[in-house]
């Protein structure tokens, strides 16, 4: 079917990107940077998958994903993108858990949560030493089979307070359990220690519009509200299924094209990537056993507060870290009547761009989708205000007055993230730990065809995603250097 918002997009590129979050416009610019022709297409109308933002009347700006990464963005956002980018880059340095096991406020790095360790939770200095001495070895290549509980144990011993210090703040960085592999709780919480937590001063707008600005002089076609609905794999001589292009539907006037390519970076989720995008190719029975078996990370839950234009709130911290479960476990974490809440507050500074300074305040919740999944209207109509409620009066314990500040409420669940992003189970973090072997080893079976995203709670999150699509595109860059022909 003949479309026109599809219209000028070549027969034939060296590489389709496929989704437009953190990974895929990396991917898409290291490609491009290195000569080759890429294609980016975008299913929603707006770039930038979950690092996005949404606007309302009353001149409110809401963020959804930028409440904290660690410093290495700094390195990896100047290499891979540009100086401007890296250097509104501003350290968050107020970080608070409430909580009925403690209340303190950190600046959230090795020195601080060691002063708190040893002075606030009275554990001996040389184990804590120890602790960060071990996540500083840890490496993905160890195979180290024990669990995150299983490590906390071993050096915090019947200290459950230590590890919900450690690991809420982590399970909302990238949805990590005690029961998952300890190394996805290291490296991302060696990552925050090593220097605190990071944003981006000028909100995710300001972000995205410079990458599209950088991506387009790089010389990338962009093309938004264009769905691939389908990745072409063809048997080769060798008996593998070689990538041959992709089909493309316009959300716009419903119009497709097959469009013909060498590679392609999926920066969709993997298990969309091979079981949805790829379905009916000749991929080995294996990989998508594989794949079917990959468990994805949980989703989430927010509500999104807009503080009235000429008003302020106070001080509470950038961070609030809130829970009133006794104790930490991370099926709690995650339960539909979670008592835990992260408070992200935004102050002028996030935006000091604007006419008026502006105040916002976004509550993110972990939440599974099989409990939003299946509910009918009016049960989700009724959660959403429930959940609303819940972060009005958790913030009233902060600012009284809350209520009477706000003129722009509205609240989010994980069905919201699966119509955005198409994510599996509308997953916030990707897939578990296993999700990673099948995204690296794509390639392997279906040569062309890569994936770089969300995966393996490791390489998820801003950093992540931005770092996993500079490695895949170094990998596709040279399958496409020894397989584009001459010309
Ligand atoms: C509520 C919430 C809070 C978070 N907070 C933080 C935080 O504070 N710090 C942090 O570092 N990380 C945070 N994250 C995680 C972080 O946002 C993500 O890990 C990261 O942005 C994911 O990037 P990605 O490259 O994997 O792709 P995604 O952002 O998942 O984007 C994938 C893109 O592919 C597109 N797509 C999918 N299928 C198709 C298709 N068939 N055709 C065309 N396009 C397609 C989607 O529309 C989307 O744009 C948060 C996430 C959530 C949900």
Redesign the pocket.
């Known amino acids: 079917m003949s479309s026109l918002h599809l219209d000028g997009i070549q027969g034939r590129y060296d590489a389709v990107v ?9 991917g898409a610019n290291c490609l491009a940077k290195l000569g080759h022709r890429v294609l980016l ?4 109308h707006q ?6 933002w949404f606007k309302r009347p009353g001149g409110h700006t809401f963020d ?7 410093h290495g963005m700094i390195k990896s956002c100047r290499k891979y993108w540009t100086p401007a980018i890296a250097s509104a880059i501003h350290q968050l340095k107020d970080v608070r858990f409430v909580n009925p096991e403690f209340q303190i406020q950190t600046t959230f790095d090795r020195q601080d949560f060691t002063r708190l360790l040893t002075e606030t939770f009275k554990v001996p200095e040389i184990r804590v030493e120890a602790f960060f001495e071990h996540l500083r070895g840890m490496n993905y290549y160890d195979r180290d089979t024990r669990t995150t509980g299983e490590l906390f144990e071993e050096f915090f011993p019947a200290r459950p307070d230590v590890h919900r210090l450690l690991l809420e703040p982590i399970a ?3 949805g990590s359990t005690l029961a998952d592999p300890a190394i996805t709780f290291g490296i991302v919480f060696s990552n925050f220690m090593s220097k605190g937590v990071f ?1 981006f001063q000028g909100g995710t707008d300001t972000l995205i519009a410079q990458m599209t600005a950088e991506l387009l002089a790089n010389g990338v076609e962009i093309r938004r509200s ?4 389908k990745i072409y794999l063809e048997n080769g001589p060798d008996g593998l299924p070689h990538t041959r292009g992709v089909r ?1 539907k316009s959300t716009r006037d419903g119009g497709t094209r097959d469009i013909a390519c060498t590679a392609v970076l ?4 993997i298990k ?1 990537t091979v079981l ?2 790829a379905a009916g190719d000749p991929l080995p029975a294996d990989l998508l056993d594989e794949a079917r078996a990959v468990r994805v990370n949980n ?2 839950a ?1 509500v999104y507060m807009g503080i009235r234009d000429g008003m302020d709130i106070p001080r509470i911290g950038d961070l609030v870290f809130t829970s009133e479960a006794a104790r930490f476990s991370s099926g709690e974490l995650v339960d539909l009547h979670t008592t835990s809440r992260t408070h ?1 507050v935004y102050y002028p500074d996030t935006r000091p761009h604007t006419r008026t300074p502006r105040y916002a305040i976004v509550t ?1 919740i972990n939440q599974r989708w099989q409990d939003w999944d299946g509910m009918d209207a009016a049960t989700y109509a009724q959660n959403k205000a429930r959940i609303t409620e819940e972060a009005f009066s958790g913030l009233e314990k902060h600012i009284p007055d809350i209520r009477s500040r706000v003129d722009w409420v509205e609240a ?1 669940s994980p069905r919201t ?1 699966e119509r ?4 599996w189970e509308g ?4 897939t578990k730990f296993e999700g990673l072997k099948v995204s690296l080893e794509l390639p392997k079976h279906a040569p062309g065809l890569f994936h ?4 393996g709670i490791i ?8 770092n ?2 500079v490695i895949t595109a170094a990998k596709m860059d040279a399958f496409l250097t020894s397989n584009t022909a001459p010309g």
């Not at 959804?64 to 660690?70: A, D, K, W």
């Not at 999926?266 to 989720?269: E, G, K, L």
């Open positions: 496929i989704g437009s979050g953190l990974a895929g416009l990396t297409l975008e299913h929603h770039l930038g998958g979950l690092a996005t959804i994903s930028l409440h904290g990464f660690p909302y960085a990238n944003i264009c769905l691939v609905e493309v999926s920066n969709a989720n969309n949805r995008l989703s989430s927010q992200s993110s989010a993230i955005y992003t198409r994510h997953a916030s973090f990707g770089a995203g969300s995966v390489m998820s999150g801003w950093l992540g995603a931005i996993y699509g």
